[in-house]
C-alpha cells in the first residue's frame, strides 16, 4: 500500500479527531492509585492496537466493526490485567479504524479503563514529523495542529497515560537509523507540547544507548527515563549477562557486542548515573526476532532468565518494569505465541508481576544509597532507604540456573539491625552480629525491610 505524504497525513488526522474529539470513552472504574506515584508500573509492549493479534498478516483492518473491537479490548485488557500488567504501550492510529472510528476508539478506552489497563500512545505521525521537519520550522504548524487535535481527543479519557514522542532517537551529528536522527531541544519542545494539551500525561522517549542518554534527557527533560536494555544473544550461554546490547541493527553497527559493551548490570547503572535522580523504567528483553526477515541475534529468555532481567533492573534501582513484547508476529516472538497462546515466559512474567506488585509501594519509596552498601557472599547487594528513615537490602542472586544460601553482612551503621522482613512474602529473619543469611532463587531477589 502506498503511503500518505507525511503533510497529508497530518491534515488527514487533524480532521478525522475534530470528529471524534467528543466521543463518549464510556463506563470507567475509579483509580486505585496514580501510576508511576502510588502504583509501581508493569507495562508491555502491545504493538498492533488496531487489529486483533491473531489476524497477522492480513491487510483487512477486522477493527472497523465496534462490536468486534469491544470484544478484541475486553479480551486482550482483561488477559493483561489477569496476567499482572497495568500499563499498555500501544499502537493506536484513528484513520485505521475506517468510518467508525469513533466508537472504535470508544470502545478501546472504555475497554482499557474498565481492566485497569492504562495506556501509552506512540505518537507515530508525529514521529516522522519531528524527523522531516526539525529544519523546517515554518511547517511548525502542520505538526502542532495534528498534535492538539490527537490529545485534545485522548485527554479526556482517563485509560491515557502519556504517550511515546520517539523510538530510540539518536542525538543530531551521532551515527545511527535513518530517521532516527532528532535534535535534543526539538523532543523538548513536542515534551513541553504534549505536557500543556495532555496536563499531568508522562511524555516519553524510549533511550537505548547510555552513550546518548545524558545529551537526549537534557534536551527532552522527561519525567522518566524510559530506557530499553537487551542482553540475550543466541551464542551466549543460559545466564550470560555480560554485554548490555550483545547486538544490535546489523544495518548501522550501533550496537555490536564485544569487550567495549558494559555487561547489563554496569548499563543499569551507567544510565542512573548518567541522568540521576530521574526515575528509570526498564523495558526488558522478552522477545527474539525471527530469520529471514530479522538476523536472529538475539534469543528468547529462559523463564529464569527473564526473571533475572526484572530482578536486577529492580535491585539496580528501576521504578518500573516494562517487557518487549507480547505479541508474536512475522518477524518476532512474544510472550504470547501466534495463535495467542501463553507461553512459558509470560507464565514467568505473570509470577514475577505478582510478586512486584507486592514490593511495589515500597519499591517506589525508597532510594538507593550506596554508602550503606551490604557485603553478600556472592551475586550482589544495595541498602536502600526511604524518607521516613527506614532500612532496606535488595540482594540479587546473579546465578539464574541454582538458587543459593546468601550470607549479608550489613554496613557498620546498620549493625544494630535485630531482624529483618522479606517486602514481597513477609517471611521474617533473624540478624545476628550485623549479619543474616537468606536464600534466593535462581536469578532472583530478596527486599528485606531492616528492623531494631
Known sequence: MRRLARP????????????????????????????GED?????????????????????????ADPEQAR???????????????????????????????????????????????????????VQGLLGELRDELSDADL??????????????SPAVLGYVVFDEPVPEG???????????????????FIEAAHPGAYALSSWADVNHMAALQAGMQSRVLFMDVYPLAEDKE????????????????????GADQPTYYAYLDMSREAVPGVPQWVIVQAFEPIPPEHPHYWRMPEPAELRHEVMAALAHGAKGIFYFLY?????????????????????????????????????????????????????????????????????????VLHAVDVTVTLPAAWSGAGSAVDVAGDEPFTVRDGSLTVNVAPGDARLLRLGE
Open 327 to 399: 505479541q508474536s508476529e512475522s518477524w518476532v516472538r512474544g510472550l504470547r505465541d501466534a495463535s495467542y497462546q501463553p507461553t512459558p515466559i509470560l507464565e514467568e512474567a505473570a509470577r514475577v508481576n505478582a510478586k512486584v506488585q507486592k514490593m511495589g509501594p515500597t519499591l517506589l519509596k525508597i532510594t538507593r544509597n550506596d554508602a550503606f552498601r551490604p557485603q553478600v557472599s556472592s551475586g550482589e547487594g544495595f541498602g536502600y532507604t526511604d524518607a521516613d528513615g527506614g532500612r532496606y537490602v535488595f540482594v540479587l542472586n546473579t546465578d
Open 174 to 192: 551521532e551515527p545511527g537509523p535513518d530517521g532516527q536522527v532528532v535534535k535534543p531541544e526539538q523532543l523538548g519542545k513536542a515534551r513541553a
Open 143 to 156: 505538526y502542532q495542529a495534528a498534535a492538539q487535535d490527537y490529545l485534545e481527543y485522548f485527554k479526556n
Open 8 to 35: 497529508v497525513l497530518a491534515l488527514v488526522l487533524v480532521l478525522a479527531l475534530v470528529q471524534c474529539g467528543s466521543a463518549d470513552t464510556g463506563r470507567s472504574r475509579p483509580d486505585a492509585g496514580a501510576i
Open 39 to 63: 502504583v509501581f508500573p508493569i507495562g508491555v509492549y502491545f504493538v498492533r492496537g488496531q487489529k486483533p493479534i491473531f489476524d497477522e498478516g492480513s491487510d483487512t483492518d477486522f477493527r
Open 238 to 257: 543460559i545466564g550470560d549477562f555480560s554485554d548490555a546490547w550483545p547486538r544490535g541493527n546489523p544495518d548501522d553497527g550501533s550496537f555490536a557486542g
Open 71 to 125: 470484544a478484541d479490548y475486553a479480551r486482550e485488557f482483561g488477559d493483561l490485567a489477569a496476567e499482572g500488567f497495568n500499563v499498555a504501550v500501544m499502537s493506536v492510529d484513528p484513520i485505521a479504524f475506517g468510518d467508525r472510528y469513533e466508537e472504535v476508539l470508544g470502545a478501546l478506552l472504555d475497554e482499557a479503563q474498565k481492566n485497569g489497563i492504562k495506556l501509552i500512545l506512540p505518537l507515530g505521525h
